[in-house]
């Protein structure tokens, strides 16, 4: 059985691959929380017209993407702190399947 000792090339490749995985299941957990605003935003009437003078198709056609740009903004602000309880969760899920 041979013990090779432990290189700081060795240390400092699986560090920063360990932030690459954090930093990829922080992204993660922003998307949803985006994508669980857009919905929560849909249901409150953003996006649709008011009054005479609306947009037509075009308008019921890209308002979908106005309201998710409205989504990734909000959570790039701060959000409502469901990305940060989705990445520890993940976090944990990710240390527990090592």
Known sequence: MEIRPVTATATSASSESKVKDE????????????????????????????????????????????????????VKAGGIGLAESIFKSLQKGAEHAE
């Open 23 to 74: 930093a990829a299941l922080r992204r993660k957990a922003q998307d949803l929380e985006a994508s669980f605003l857009a919905e929560m935003l849909k249901y409150t009437g953003l996006g649709k017209s008011e009054g005479g003078f609306d947009g037509g198709v075009g308008e019921e056609q890209f308002s979908s993407f106005l309201v998710d740009e409205y989504a990734s903004k909000m």
